[in-house]
């Protein structure tokens, strides 16, 4: 454990900060501009996973195990999240006989 | 904490009865079990514990939101008995995910590390996707369910990116540590910090659907079969307003001076934004989302006044909020029944003819959402505009009180509906169980501006 640690200790701290901001930002732009659902909760899972990056960063460089614990948490819970959503997914292919985000969207007002 | 554990054992015990044949015990075993769940949290209230290592502590206004929380969802089971008889499809999972949500709330009241505030948002949103898209085969409902599926997950992205920079700046989840670190570093704080509060702003905000995160919640509120919109507009509200309250209110208390003024500006847009949009509704369910998101406006200024009391005034106007806003719901959903599915505000027409007791209480609720005196409303808002203005916030005060004024107007036009007689349309048929939940909102609405029983 403690080689893992020492080993995510040898880049610097900003790297990680940086890299987890560019995957971030990529996973936001798919995400907005993305029209297939598939693709948008492909992009929503990038978007947990740059901040896991973060996490396990931080957690490393703060020797507290706090942040990859928390982790832990985030995995599981985006596993449920993306249960639910495929399930959406399914019942929006149901009724509108498609996956695209913009037949979806027809309430105004 | 007995409360959350019975809740999560009761949202089990429904799912189960729900593969047997007994549709008719569910709602009375849910409201026994929501009955004693609030009970439990009254009783666990001396001495109050802390839980699982300070992850969790209960306090005197966090029990007073578990158990207003537990009695609203016990309010809408029992409309839940016959808004769920007509229904042919499996119901125990309406119920179970009902209070599923209604534990991650629980968990909101009370959290002491940004972990379980992260969980609490989570476990009370996850079940609400599934229940907005609940009408499996109807096109709106899937539409909301989709909607705030995807706009949900999207903040809570950024919600999660918030708490991993502080998390970074102030070392620790545990929130008397981050309220310390913000007190020390209040003058210069780190940039990381600043945008880590920035995005946990954002993330809370859309679950309060406050302006400019608010898009969502008209769509979903219209689209979301009544009971759960229902719920996302009490329960929901009361959960995350407790959250938001417990973060900046308890323990972050010196916010970066950037943060403090991004979030006035929220709530001035929030006030503003919806009044305005609401005025031009004429659609129940969304004019109710609109003035859903004007009254996340007062509820902000009420936690940004910074005042030792604003708790207080918080729980008691989510409260009156709440019990206001279930009885109109009700009403709503018998004139709609009426009305074969109408959901123009047209359909309150000619009820103070055929059920004059009816379009009073109805009238009641109206005003104590306008804040009209005497009714809670009314205290509600006043409290909220002394405690901002105790604490120099005067402009800000005398714009709200403008848009409150602005905001009596779209409830006079349900109101002038319901005085306006009818000649031909169906007459709508009340039943014991839904005539006991309106009037238990009614007399309430009344009742606790009259005589608020010392929680103001």
């Not at chain 1, 610097?12 to 971030?24: D, G, K, N």
């Not at chain 2, 009695?71 to 599923?100: C, M, P």
């Not at chain 2, 509820?299 to 940004?304: G, H």
Request: aromatic share 12%; hydrophobic share 55%.
């Amino acid at each position: 454990m403690n080689d893992i640690v020492t080993a995510i200790r040898t880049v610097p701290l900003e790297h990680y900060v940086m890299l987890s901001f560019v995957l971030f930002s990529i996973g936001m732009a798919g995400a907005m501009f993305r029209r297939n659902t598939i693709i948008v909760l492909m992009c929503l899972e990038l978007m947990f996973n740059s901040v896991n990056l973060l996490l396990t960063a931080f957690s490393a460089h703060h020797g507290d195990p706090g942040g990859q614990v928390f982790v832990f948490f985030i995995m599981l819970v985006a596993a449920a999240e993306v249960t639910v959503g495929l399930a959406i997914v399914v019942m929006m292919k149901r009724n509108v006989d498609s996956v695209d985000i913009n037949q979806l969207n027809r309430m105004r007002g | 904490m007995s409360a959350i554990i019975l809740l999560s054992i009761l949202g089990v015990v429904l799912l189960y009865m729900g593969l047997g044949n007994n549709k008719r015990l569910l709602a009375p075993v849910g409201i026994l079990g929501l009955a004693g769940a609030g009970a439990l949290s009254f009783l666990d209230r001396r001495p109050l514990p802390a839980w699982g290592h300070g992850a969790m502590a209960f306090d005197d206004l966090s029990v007073a939101f578990c158990v207003a929380m537990a009695g609203i969802t016990l309010l809408l089971f029992v409309f839940g008995s016959d808004y769920y008889s007509r229904t042919q499809e499996n119901v125990a999972e309406h119920y179970a995910l009902l209070v599923f949500s209604l534990t991650g709330a629980f968990l909101l009241t009370s959290y002491q590390n940004l972990l379980m505030l992260f969980l609490g948002i989570e476990v009370l949103s996850i079940p609400l996707y599934i229940l907005a898209g609940g009408k499996k085969r109807s096109y709106r409902s899937s539409e909301a369910g989709f909607k705030y599926f995807l706009l949900g997950s999207f903040a809570t992205a950024f919600f999660l990116m918030g708490i991993a920079l502080v998390y970074g700046m102030a070392g620790s989840f545990d929130l008397k540590i981050i309220g310390d670190y913000a007190t020390a570093n209040a003058e210069h704080p780190a940039a990381l910090f600043l945008v880590g509060m920035f995005f946990i702003a954002v993330g809370l905000g859309f679950k309060v659907a406050a302006v400019p995160f608010h898009f969502w919640s008209p769509d979903v509120y219209e689209g979301a079969p009544t009971i759960i919109t229902a719920f996302m507009s009490t329960v929901v509200k009361m959960g995350s307003f407790a959250a938001v309250y417990r973060l900046i209110g308890v323990h972050i208390t010196a916010l970066p001076l950037a943060v403090e003024r991004t979030l006035w500006a929220i709530t001035i847009l929030t006030l503003l934004i919806g009044n305005l949009i609401a005025l031009r509704q004429s659609h129940f369910k969304r004019l109710m989302a609109y003035s859903s998101i004007a009254h996340t406006g007062f509820l902000l200024m009420a936690v940004l006044s910074g005042d030792a009391l604003a708790g207080r005034a918080l729980f008691y106007y989510t409260l009156t909020y709440a019990l206001a806003t279930v009885g109109l719901f009700v009403v709503f959903t018998l004139a709609k029944r009426a009305a074969n599915g109408d959901e123009h505000i047209r359909i309150f027409r000619g009820m103070f003819k055929s059920k004059p007791w009816l379009a009073a209480a109805t009238l009641i609720m109206l005003l104590s959402l306008a804040g009209i005196p005497p009714t809670a409303g009314f205290l509600a808002k006043y409290q909220v505009f002394v405690l901002a203005v105790q604490n120099g916030y005067v402009w800000a005060t005398l714009f709200a009180a403008v848009m409150a004024v602005l905001g009596i107007y779209y409830y006079l036009k349900v109101i002038r509906e319901t005085f306006t007689p009818n000649e031909e349309g169906a007459v709508l048929q009340l039943n014991a169980t839904n005539t006991a939940v309106i009037a238990v909102c009614g007399i309430g609405a009344l009742l606790l501006g009259v005589w608020p029983m010392g929680l103001i």
